[in-house]
């Protein structure tokens, strides 16, 4: 036991990569929260039913986003890194969670609402609908008093936040209050084909999209194509010029420079130039990243060894607070 702060955060298996933007927005501070924290990271499977995956896929993708994680620098010796369905108390929280959300709370969530929109209700799974209070429950399991998230999971923080005051003041002080830690700079990055867009997994076309396991030449080819403006200087104004202050903001995260620097790394440059060294930078930086991640999956005895260490490191400290919770709120413990 340490007596660090903890964080806990979650990604879902939905695609064999993760993208630029799941590593810039969430990964990245995954990786650096770990020696000053106690951190907790989980692959969240049982999130990444809402979307009906096929079990084949869904198996691959869970032990790839593993591997991919490790490849970007999350230790297993300095974190804990589990598959969230390993650890039962996710589900029995989440129905806790589930009886303390109001309808109407949980109907004005934004990701439910926007992804509801798209497929109509009849299509859409309850699992759908009650996916915050999943979240929740991974949070609250760990009593983290943070949370690294991009920009869009803001909403969901805020009911987690929600849930657990009210938990705690009906019941008993049980739950530690978390918060947001969610990065300005860098929180958002855009498509590359349409950059008012958010890069996203389930985007439509795989064009904007660059993927930590995709091949160097393909991402090199994305970002060579990618929108920018008729201007020529490259400049950071989100309003006016989207698709490169996209590349500038990229370009900056990964060389650990300002905006103001990486614009003058460029000044007098075309925007063929500008791509082509967004491109360098970013190639080089996965290279490394997805030889480690494919080298990983070539041993799936070392990564499920490390799966059961992290499996059973959580369920320590989740089992606990599962127990503390049926306590406050009169569940009798089997005798
Ligand atoms: P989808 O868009 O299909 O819901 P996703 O690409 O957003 O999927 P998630 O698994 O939902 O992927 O997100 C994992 C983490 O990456 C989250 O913390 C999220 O905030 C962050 N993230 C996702 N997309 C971006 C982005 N474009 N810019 C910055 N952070 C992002
Ligand atoms: N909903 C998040 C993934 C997620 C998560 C969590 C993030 C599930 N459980 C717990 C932080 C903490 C997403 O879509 N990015």
Same mark, same amino acid.
């Given at each position: ?10 990604? #879902? ?21 770990? !020696? ?55 589900? #029995? ?20 609402? !926007? ?221």
């Amino acid at each position: 036991m340490t007596n660090k702060d903890r964080v806990l955060s979650g990604i #879902q298996p939905t695609h064999e990569s993760f993208h630029l933007g799941n590593y810039l927005g969430a990964v990245k501070q995954w990786v650096e929260l770990q !020696d000053s924290h106690d951190a907790f990271y989980c692959v969240v499977d049982l999130h990444a039913l809402t979307t009906s995956p096929d079990p084949a896929k869904l198996r691959k993708q869970t032990l790839s986003s593993v591997a991919q994680l490790i490849a970007l620098g999350l230790d297993p010796e300095r974190c804990t890194l589990f598959i969230q369905s390993h650890v039962p108390a996710h589900n #029995q929280l989440a129905w806790v969670m589930e009886c303390l959300t109001g309808f109407g709370e949980a109907s004005r969530m934004t990701q439910f609402k !926007d992804k509801s929109a798209k497929s109509g209700t009849d299509r859409t799974v309850v699992g759908l609908f009650t996916y915050p209070m999943l979240m929740a429950a991974d949070i609250l399991l760990y009593q983290a008093s943070q949370v690294p998230v991009g920009e869009d999971q803001r909403q969901h923080i805020e009911l987690t936040r929600d849930l657990a005051q009210r938990f705690n003041a009906t019941y008993k002080e049980t739950f530690t209050i978390p918060s947001g830690y969610i990065l300005k700079a860098g929180a958002k990055i855009y498509d590359l084909q349409d950059p008012t867009a958010k890069m996203s997994k389930s985007a439509e076309s795989p064009s904007g999209i660059i993927d930590l396991m995709d091949a160097p030449e393909v991402n090199i080819k994305k970002i060579k194509s990618a929108v920018t403006d008729t201007e020529r200087d490259v400049s950071f104004d989100e309003k006016k010029k989207p698709g490169i202050s996209n590349l500038l903001t990229i370009y900056s995260a990964l060389t650990n420079k300002s905006i103001k620097e990486s614009e003058a790394d460029f000044s007098g440059k075309g925007y063929g130039d500008f791509k082509g060294a967004v491109a360098e930078v970013v190639v080089e930086f996965f290279r490394p990243i997805r030889a480690k991640a494919l080298e990983l999956l070539d041993d799936p005895t070392h990564l499920n060894k490390i799966l059961t260490l992290g499996a059973e490191k959580a369920e320590e400290v989740a089992n606990k607070t599962l127990k503390d919770t049926y306590d406050a709120m009169g569940i009798i413990p089997r005798a």
